[in-house]
C-alpha cells in the first residue's frame, strides 16, 4: 500500500512568514510523529500524535510551533514567523498504535529553506 | 528521558571489510532499538531492530547486538560494498517516540 507523504517536498519562504507542512500517514496508523533533521545532523524529535490528541509536544522548540491532526489521518505542522534557524528537513513519521516499541515509517520529508 | 550516544559520527572502509556501529543509552526501561539507514536526499528506512528480551539477530549481512546490562547496542555489517554508503541512525524506544543518535556516515569505497 502506500507510504506516507509529505507536502510540499521543498519550501523555500521569506524570514517572518508563516509555513505549513502536510503528512499523510500510512492508512490505518494511529500514531504519527514529527521529526526535524538539521543539515548532517540526527533525528530532533518534535510531537507525537495518538489518533488526533498530542500527549507528548515536549519537543516542540517553541511557541511558534504547532501542529494538529484530524482524527486518525492528515498532520499539519505548522511554523509562524519563519526564522532561519528553522531551515532543515521536517520529517513525519507514522506507526500502528504507538506505543514507543513498533517500527515507524518515514515519509520523504519536507526540505525547509528561510531567507 | 531517554538519551542515546552514538559512536563512530564518520567510519571509512575499504569494500568487504567489516563495519560496527556502537550506541549507548541512559534509560533501563527501553526495551525496543531499531537501526535506519538514511541515503543521501532519502528518507530514514529500517534495516533491522531488536527487542530487549533478545541478545543478537542478524539478517543476511546485518546484525545488531544488545547488552541490556550495559545498555548498549552495535550494528554489525559484514563484507561491506558501495552500496552500504549512508548514514545510519540507531535509536531507542522513550516514553512515547523513538530517541535517535546523531548518525554514522559510513563510506565504502572499492
Known amino acids: 500500500g502506500a507510504g506516507v507523504s509529505q507536502s510540499p517536498s521543498n519550501k523555500v519562504t521569506e524570514k517572518g512568514k508563516d509555513v505549513e507542512l502536510r503528512c499523510d500517514p500510512i492508512s490505518g496508523h494511529t500514531a504519527l510523529y514529527w521529526y526535524r533533521q538539521r543539515l548532517g545532523q540526527g533525528l530532533e524529535f518534535l510531537i507525537y500524535?495518538?489518533?488526533?490528541?498530542?500527549?507528548?509536544k515536549s519537543g516542540l522548540p517553541s511557541d511558534r510551533f504547532s501542529a494538529e491532526r484530524t482524527g486518525e489521518s492528515v498532520s499539519t505542522l505548522t511554523i509562524q514567523r519563519t526564522q532561519q534557524e528553522d531551515s532543515a528537513v521536517y520529517l513525519c513519521?507514522?506507526?500502528?498504535?504507538?506505543?514507543?516499541?513498533?517500527?515507524?515509517?518515514f515519509g520523504p520529508g519536507t526540505r525547509l529553506l528561510v531567507l | 528521558g531517554e538519551n542515546v550516544e552514538q559512536h563512530p559520527s564518520t567510519l571509512s572502509v575499504q569494500e568487504g571489510d567489516s563495519a560496527v556501529i556502537k550506541c549507548t543509552y541512559s534509560?533501563?526501561?527501553?526495551?525496543?532499538f531499531p537501526w535506519y539507514k538514511q541515503e543521501l536526499g532519502k528518507r530514514p528506512q529500517l534495516i533491522i531492530d531488536i527487542r530487549s528480551n533478545v541478545g543478537e539477530k542478524k539478517d543476511q549481512r546485518i546484525a545488531v547486538t544488545l547488552n541490556k546490562t550495559a545498555k548498549h547496542f552495535s550494528l554489525h555489517i559484514t563484507e561491506t560494498q558501495p552500496e552500504d554508503s549512508a548514514v545510519y541512525f540507531c535509536a531507542a524506544s522513550g516514553s512515547t517516540a523513538l530517541i535517535f543518535g546523531k548518525g554514522t556516515t559510513l563510506s565504502v569505497s572499492s
Open positions: 513519521a507514522s506507526s500502528l498504535s504507538g506505543t514507543g516499541e513498533e517500527t515507524q515509517y
Open positions: 534509560d533501563s526501561a527501553s526495551n525496543y
Open positions: 500524535f495518538q489518533g488526533n490528541s498530542a500527549p507528548d
